[in-house]
């Protein structure tokens, strides 16, 4: 199993930028699967999670509602955040994950059985 990570970069406040997280080895949409972050010295913060097939709901963190949005396509097997209105403390480290287990329809979990190696994101003010 594997979780690819990409899209992460350099961007000024204000700006835009999207992560992608390609599986391979699952199937992403049998999974929770989502999106988490950490800051060097702070625990790592679960920001958007997408449930199980067309309905399995969605969670968002107070901190990104209205700014992220989290999708699944499910031939490329790949889930995205979508970032808007970035701001400089959504600089982190972002990581994929996927959780095969019993969820809450609307929530993340802490224990995603599966990690991706994280992708940087710097938002300059």
């Known amino acids: 199993v594997q979780l690819q990570a990409s899209g992460g970069g350099l961007v000024q406040a204000g700006g835009s930028l999207r992560l992608s997280c390609e599986a391979s080895g699952l199937t992403l949409d049998s999974y929770l699967s989502g999106w988490f972050r950490q800051v060097p010295g702070e625990e790592r913060e679960a920001i958007s999670c997408?449930?199980?097939?067309?309905?399995?709901?969605?969670y968002y963190a107070d901190s990104v509602k209205g700014r992220f949005t989290i999708s699944r396509d499910d031939a490329k097997n790949t889930v995205y955040l979508q970032m808007n209105s970035l701001k400089p403390e959504d600089t982190a480290v972002y990581y994929c994950?996927?959780?095969?287990?019993?969820?809450?329809?609307?929530?993340?979990?802490?224990?995603?059985?599966?990690w991706g190696k994280g992708t940087q994101v710097t938002v300059s003010s």
């Open positions: 997408i449930g199980r097939y067309r309905n399995g709901g969605t």
């Open positions: 994950a996927a959780y095969r287990g019993v969820y809450r329809v609307g929530r993340c979990r802490s224990d995603m059985d599966y």
